[in-house]
């Protein structure tokens, strides 16, 4: 109990990416803010800590991630995150968008929150769209550049941003403004609680947005909690 209290919430989602869906169900950010305790993120949340972790304990101590993220190579985990997250977050976005033009034309006089989740989400898309490219035309390729350079041991050119913090700063930024937007959907959608007179197209938005704002957070625990900090250490090791 006292262990689990003074570790972060990062690292428990790192070592079991289930426990990430425990952190969720107490309204705890595990991405973009898992670096602070547990102890304190209850704290600010007004969570009780003896139930959250008798959640994480019911998990079970056999209980392994599908996939052992903290485990890949960094040239490998990038390439999920694209075939992955960039895939889903391209695939999706046209379906969301139709949905949400559709119910905010339908519904959005009796419920102008819909005009205001319909721009949000579209701020969303277009701040995606520009990330996701920078990631893969830029740091990934780097970033497997590192992995080469580091398995042969051969010499490192500095790269025109200097030094992988650059651009990892950046994308955190960017990580974290597109988790505000969704945040602010989800407090307008009500957590996408859709109305009882609600048709299946309201519904459908609601659940799309909501499987969009999960996706999200377990794309960024991969990149801000496993990727880019392993990034910076490799890129330090090669520079020493």
Same mark, same amino acid.
């Given at each position: 109990?006292?262990?689990?209290?003074?570790?972060?919430?990062?690292?428990? &989602?790192?070592?079991?990416?289930?426990?990430?869906?425990?952190?969720?169900?107490?309204?705890?950010?595990?991405?973009?803010?898992?670096?602070?305790?547990?102890?304190?993120?209850?704290?600010?949340?007004?969570?009780?800590?003896?139930?959250?972790?008798?959640?994480?304990?019911?998990?079970?101590?056999?209980?392994?991630?599908?996939?052992?993220?903290?485990?890949?190579?960094?040239?490998?985990?990038? +390439?999920?995150?694209?075939?992955?997250?960039? &895939? !889903?977050?391209?695939?999706?976005?046209?379906?969301?968008? *139709?949905?949400?033009?559709?119910?905010?034309?339908?519904?959005?006089?009796?419920?102008?929150?819909? !005009?205001?989740?319909?721009?949000?989400?579209?701020?969303?898309?277009? +701040?995606?769209?520009?990330?996701?490219?920078?990631?893969? *035309?830029?740091?990934?390729?780097?970033?497997?550049?590192?992995? *080469?350079?580091?398995?042969?041991?051969?010499?490192?050119? &500095?790269?025109?941003?200097?030094?992988?913090?650059?651009?990892?700063?950046?994308?955190?930024? +960017?990580?974290?403004?597109?988790?505000? =937007? =969704?945040?602010?959907?989800? &407090?307008?959608?009500?957590?996408?609680?859709?109305?009882?007179?609600?048709?299946?197209?309201?519904?459908? =938005?609601?659940?799309?947005?909501?499987?969009?704002?999960?996706?999200?957070?377990?794309?960024?625990?991969?990149?801000?909690?496993? =990727?880019?900090?392993?990034?910076?250490?490799?890129?330090?090791?090669?520079?020493?």
């Amino acid at each position: 109990m006292n262990e689990l209290k003074e570790r972060t919430v990062a690292e428990i &989602v790192s070592e079991n990416i289930k426990a990430a869906h425990v952190f969720k169900k107490y309204g705890i950010d595990f991405c973009c803010g898992g670096g602070v305790s547990v102890a304190k993120a209850c704290e600010k949340k007004g969570v009780n800590i003896e139930a959250l972790s008798a959640d994480i304990a019911a998990i079970g101590n056999n209980t392994f991630p599908s996939h052992n993220f903290n485990g890949w190579e960094l040239d490998f985990l990038s +390439e999920y995150i694209i075939n992955t997250h960039h &895939v !889903y977050v391209s695939e999706n976005i046209p379906l969301t968008l *139709q949905y949400a033009e559709k119910v905010a034309k339908v519904h959005g006089n009796a419920s102008p929150e819909l !005009y205001k989740i319909l721009e949000l989400f579209k701020i969303v898309a277009a +701040e995606l769209h520009s990330h996701m490219q920078k990631e893969e *035309q830029i740091l990934f390729p780097y970033i497997k550049q590192l992995v *080469q350079v580091k398995k042969t041991n051969s010499t490192m050119n &500095v790269p025109p941003f200097g030094s992988a913090k650059n651009p990892i700063r950046m994308m955190e930024m +960017e990580h974290e403004k597109a988790g505000d =937007l =969704l945040k602010e959907i989800a &407090v307008l959608s009500k957590q996408y609680t859709t109305p009882d007179w609600a048709c299946n197209t309201y519904k459908a =938005l609601f659940a799309k947005l909501e499987e969009f704002e999960d996706d999200l957070h377990q794309h960024v625990h991969l990149e801000n909690n496993i =990727l880019f900090p392993k990034a910076i250490l490799m890129e330090e090791s090669i520079a020493n």
